[in-house]
């Protein structure tokens, strides 16, 4: 059990490191043969999943306290892929490990058991693959190999199957064309993209990343590069910095492609000003007004920014509510219970969220074993009148695992 209490937040941290970036590093340099230097992996669960997928797939892996050494090209040493409650591990390990031409499953824990992955079937019929689910969800059974073709996807679920075929196509046999239906989320895809051209891949994407021309029997060259910092999680730091004191973060890209680079836009319509001094964002407690968002794009975004509103003058706006059900929780549903617990008046209309802002009381929350959620009301708390107690702090580790440390160092009270 932890309690975050109000109070006054001063200081400057470094982002953590971004999942998503190192997952598509980790599931590219296990395919390319020669030793890839992977700088600032961070320690998140999801990242430690991926890193036990390709290791199962043959890489070989040196883990050092700044950097990760994979050693690529490797043939795999076991037929059964755990990928812990990541999602776009499963979805996008899926592709890489049809490449090879023996039985492969896929499979997880917890929430993700209960997840989705009808969406990859079809797609992988077309290619080559023969595959099945369980009723739609984990464990995945795979037949190899992915021979590449034509095929049709559905992105407006998940970009992450999209994401991992991009990732294992160019070392299919033959060509590739994909054509994708309803893509939400495609800045993710841009970072995949952006990993495949460090890689050396060649794909050409149509400028709506509506269609794909992948040719096949590529072969990917190490890399060393750093993993960028993390802007879904320096969202929470940011906007507990625009509600509760002054916070600088150290470490992310003002240029990156991640989705969630969109919280500076939110900031900035919530009239919380965030400003870059040299490679560092500040963000200094301020009146805050209501704003409107779409996060479609962006739906980690929601839980931070709901924070944030609770505490804005007036009725905000979030969209995207259609993108949250499947997650590790239901997020809209847990959003509602546990913000309107603390005090705050949320409701759902469609696919929009409203969120009247005013003084918090705070309280017990039930963080729904969502780092996310853990987050979102330990942040909302820093500015209610009692602060907020929770109980499975720890799934913050998910993507995070510092985050209530981090919060320590800024005099949160934690």
């Known amino acids: 059990m932890i309690h975050i209490a109000p109070g006054y937040l001063s200081g400057r941290l470094r982002a953590p490191a971004s999942k998503s970036h190192l997952q598509r590093l980790l599931l590219a340099a296990c395919q390319a043969p020669g030793r890839s230097v992977l700088r600032e992996p961070g320690q998140s669960a999801d990242g430690r999943a991926c890193l036990g997928v390709i290791r199962d797939l043959g890489a070989r892996v040196e883990v050092f306290p700044s950097h990760l ?63 099945a689910t369980r009723e739609g969800c984990p464990p995945v059974d795979l037949q190899g190999p992915l021979r590449g073709g034509f095929a049709k996807v559905d992105g407006r679920a998940s970009s992450q199957f999209l994401s991992g075929l991009l990732l294992a196509l160019p070392r299919a046999q033959g060509d590739s064309i994909l054509e994708v239906e309803g893509l939400r989320s495609g800045p993710y895809v841009r970072m995949t993209l952006a990993v495949l051209e460090a890689f050396g891949a060649e794909v050409a994407a149509a400028p709506s990343l509506s269609r794909f021309a992948i040719p096949g029997g590529q072969t990917y060259r190490p890399v060393d590069v750093a993993v960028e910092g993390d802007w879904s999680g320096a969202a929470f730091l940011l906007v507990a910095g625009a509600l509760a004191g002054e916070v600088a973060v150290e470490g992310l890209d003002p240029l990156s492609s991640q989705a969630d680079r969109a919280v500076l836009q939110a900031l900035e319509a919530a009239g919380a000003a965030p400003r870059w001094e040299d490679d560092t964002l500040r963000v200094r407690e301020t009146r805050l007004k209501a704003f409107v968002f779409d996060a479609t794009d962006c739906p980690d975004l929601f839980p931070p920014l709901a924070a944030l509103a609770c505490h804005a003058a007036g009725r905000s706006r979030l969209k995207g509510v259609s993108r949250l059900k499947v997650k590790e929780s239901d997020r809209a549903a847990a959003l509602v219970g546990e913000l309107s617990a603390m005090g ?64 320590a160092s800024l005099r949160g009270g934690v």
Not at 97 to 111: H, V
Not at 112 to 121: A, H, N, S, V
Not at 383 to 406: I, L, Q
């Open 69 to 131: 050494v994979v050693e690529g090209g490797g043939r795999p040493v076991s037929g059964t892929l755990d990928c812990g409650e990541s999602g776009f591990c499963l979805r996008a390990a899926a592709s890489v490990a049809a490449l090879e031409t023996g039985p492969m499953t896929l499979t997880g824990r917890g929430s993700l058991m209960g997840r989705p992955m009808d969406m990859i079937l079809e797609p992988l019929r077309q290619l080559g693959v023969t595959c």
């Open 344 to 407: 705050a008046t949320v409701s759902v209309d469609g696919d929009w969220m409203d969120i009247n802002g005013g003084s918090l009381q705070g309280g017990r929350i039930d963080p729904h074993a969502d780092h996310r959620i853990a987050m979102a009301c330990a942040v909302a708390g820093l500015r209610s009148r009692n602060g907020v107690t929770m109980e499975g702090e720890d799934c913050v580790d998910k993507s995070y695992p510092e985050f209530f440390r981090d919060l």
